[in-house]
């Protein structure tokens, strides 16, 4: 019997950069999140959604090879973890929702030379911890994707995913 697999070329650089910046201890000791699975997936999309609302605002289509890769991965990711064909189709069907969903109310739009501004009601909804007393310091998270925003938008898109990986050392939550 002749197996026949798919091979997909995904770029890591994406990915890679999404973790990275999903990892940053700035999120779990400044901000005071709860460092697990759902935290760290809704952190690589809310930067993915930003390079996306960048791509659009300067007038470019964003690859769908990288989303396609992206979600390849985390697919991968999901299966390594123990989860099964059924669960994974689930699971990837409701993380699909939550980046469209991110990617739709991210971005107020309320400044008059259409400066990014993050809704407060997205990021309240994805970094909630009901279940845990810590408080969460939800300025300093949405002044640190105010601020991601504007560090990548002076990148050139050839370099901005490759190069957003910088932010974390300027920004000095490292």
Same mark, same amino acid.
């Given at each position: 019997?002749?197996?026949?697999? !798919?091979?997909?070329?995904?770029?890591?650089?994406?990915?890679?950069?999404?973790?990275?910046?999903?990892?940053?201890?700035?999120?779990?000791k400044k901000v005071?999140?709860?460092?697990?699975?759902?935290?760290?997936?809704?952190?690589?999309?809310?930067?993915?959604?930003?390079?996306?609302?960048?791509?659009?605002?300067?007038?470019?289509?964003?690859?769908?090879?990288?989303?396609?890769?992206?979600?390849?991965?985390?697919? =991968? =990711?999901?299966?390594?973890?123990?989860?099964? &064909?059924?669960?994974?189709?689930?699971?990837?069907? &409701?993380?699909?929702?939550?980046?469209?969903?991110?990617?739709?109310?991210?971005?107020?739009?309320?400044?008059i030379d259409d400066?990014?501004?993050?809704?407060?009601?997205?990021?309240?909804?994805?970094?909630?911890?009901?279940?845990?007393? !810590? /408080?969460?310091?939800?300025?300093?998270? /949405?002044?640190?994707?105010?601020?991601?925003?504007?560090?990548?938008?002076?990148?050139?898109?050839?370099?901005?995913?490759?190069?957003?990986? =910088?932010? !974390?050392?300027?920004?000095?939550?490292?």
């Open positions: 019997m002749i197996f026949n697999f !798919k091979k997909h070329n995904y770029k890591e650089d994406l990915y890679n950069t999404l973790l990275s910046l999903s990892r940053d201890i700035f999120f779990y005071k999140l709860n460092d697990n699975f759902e935290t760290r997936i809704n952190l690589m999309f809310f930067h993915f959604a930003v390079f996306m609302i960048i791509y659009k605002k300067k007038g470019s289509k964003f690859n769908q090879n990288l989303y396609d890769d992206l979600f390849f991965k985390i697919e =991968n =990711n999901l299966r390594e973890l123990g989860f099964g &064909d059924v669960s994974v189709n689930k699971k990837m069907k &409701d993380l699909n929702k939550i980046l469209y969903d991110i990617l739709l109310k991210m971005d107020l739009k309320i400044d400066q990014f501004k993050i809704n407060d009601k997205i990021v309240i909804k994805y970094f909630s911890q009901k279940d845990d007393k !810590k /408080e969460v310091n939800f300025e300093s998270l /949405e002044a640190y994707f105010d601020d991601f925003f504007n560090f990548c938008f002076e990148l050139t898109l050839n370099n901005m995913i490759k190069k957003s990986i =910088n932010y !974390k050392f300027i920004y000095g939550s490292s």
